[in-house]
């Protein structure tokens, strides 16, 4: 298994796509089976033309996929990690996947089975049997696709299946954002693969966020409105926990509160990594309720979070430290994807490459391809969710 990524900084497309091809191919050294590319919003107008301006440099490609994005991530020439917001860029990623299956698909909404329907409608949707225990990759309109239902969707159809991937991004409007799947060109939908057999898709899942105060029992909910928290309205137990804040912490909380849903009903030692984090969208004060990002149901523990970039980087670092000492007696990683949230980056660390240059520090020589998403898709505790915030790394390896 070999991967090699390139990344072109050219304010034209036809010297973009040409620096890319040939450096990858070069790097790469192998008849590539796999391309995964993301092109930046600054080539808008250019989306129609870059599948046949690949397409005629690289001819024996397999399979193809890619998006836009408001940022690009990628390989330099001088070989370190970039991360290029609000410019020209393209970046490449090749795969050699001996033994691999690659199963490619675009899916629309009008597609998708009914959350009641039974697993085989889902796998006749994706083309791949379950015992093949396919992993995951998924480029979504971020206006079109239904993807909580499709990450839904393929979970339960798919237990143990690993789903990593992101919302295209570089538009704020309907049927601006690109995607590309081998010979086609999309506005809508989500396309993807499946990687079946002698390959492994690891993740990690940086949300950013630290938790301040204690856990909490919801008592009483109403779809994503928490009423009851230990039998008190939310409100006054969140104003409690602000006040026992230090003055730093205050401040923070009236800008960046998230909370973070427990997803393991059972654990009893709640940690890093215990939480799903979603926003908190609003407060009635006359009630004391409070209404966030999710669907929430009484008896599920909730605890309140912090965020800031010191906390970004920190929860990044904990969890590529995590990897890097769990990986030791694997084989080594071949190549990564970044799926980033536009809402980091240079606007949140103050300077540019964060993500990726600290990816690189504890990875180095893993080539990394990648992107800033409106959204961006991995696992926690099990399950696939959409999150915001966060940046979510693809590992690949051979088992």
């Not at 020209?88 to 033994?99: E, K, T």
């Not at 997803?263 to 409070?290: C, H, M, S, T, Y």
Request: some cysteine.
């Amino acid at each position: 298994m070999q991967w090699a990524n390139a990344l072109s900084t050219q304010a034209s497309l036809e010297s973009a796509v040409a620096e890319v091809v040939e450096r990858a191919t070069t790097i790469l050294q192998a008849p590539a089976d796999l391309a995964i590319v993301f092109i930046s919003a600054a080539f808008t107008s250019d989306y129609p033309r870059l599948l046949p301006l690949l397409k005629e440099k690289l001819t024996d490609i397999k399979v193809l996929i890619g998006c836009s994005g408001g940022g690009i991530v990628g390989v330099s020439q001088s070989g370190e990690m970039q991360e290029l917001e609000d410019l020209p860029a393209l970046s490449l990623s090749l795969a050699y996947l001996p033994d691999v299956e690659i199963q490619s698909f675009h899916l629309v909404p009008e597609e998708l089975p009914d959350l009641d329907s039974p697993p085989h409608t889902w796998v006749d949707l994706i083309g791949v049997e379950p015992d093949q225990s396919p992993q995951f990759i998924l480029l979504s309109d971020p206006f079109s696709s239904k993807i909580n239902d499709l990450l839904q969707g393929l979970d339960f159809a798919y237990p143990g299946s690993v789903t990593v991937g992101g919302l295209a991004s570089g538009g704020s409007n309907s049927g601006v954002t690109g995607l590309f799947c081998n010979d086609h060109f999309y506005r809508e939908g989500t396309v993807g693969i499946a990687l079946s057999g002698n390959i492994v898709l690891e993740t990690i899942v940086a949300q950013g966020c630290r938790p301040i105060g204690k856990p909490y029992q919801v008592s009483s909910s109403d779809r994503n409105i928490i009423l009851e928290l230990d039998e008190k309205p939310p409100l006054e137990q969140l104003r409690r926990l602000i006040d026992s804040l230090n003055e730093e912490d205050q401040r923070l909380a009236q800008t960046a509160l998230f909370i973070g849903v427990t997803r393991d009903e059972f654990k009893q030692e709640l940690g890093q990594g215990d939480f799903l984090i979603r926003n908190l969208l609003g407060v009635d004060p006359q009630a004391g309720a409070i209404a966030i990002g999710d669907r929430i149901r009484p008896g599920q523990r909730i605890q309140f979070h912090l965020r800031d970039a010191q906390t970004s980087a920190e929860d990044l670092e904990w969890w590529l430290q995590k990897y890097q000492n769990s990986s030791q007696s694997q084989p080594k990683s071949a190549g990564a994807l970044m799926f980033s949230c536009l809402g980091r980056g240079e606007g949140l660390y103050g300077k540019p490459n964060f993500d990726s240059g600290l990816f690189g520090r504890y990875l180095s020589d893993i080539p990394l391809g990648g992107f800033f998403c409106s959204g961006e898709i991995g696992p926690v505790s099990g399950s696939t969710f959409l999150h915001g915030y966060t940046s979510v790394f693809g590992i690949c390896r051979q088992p």
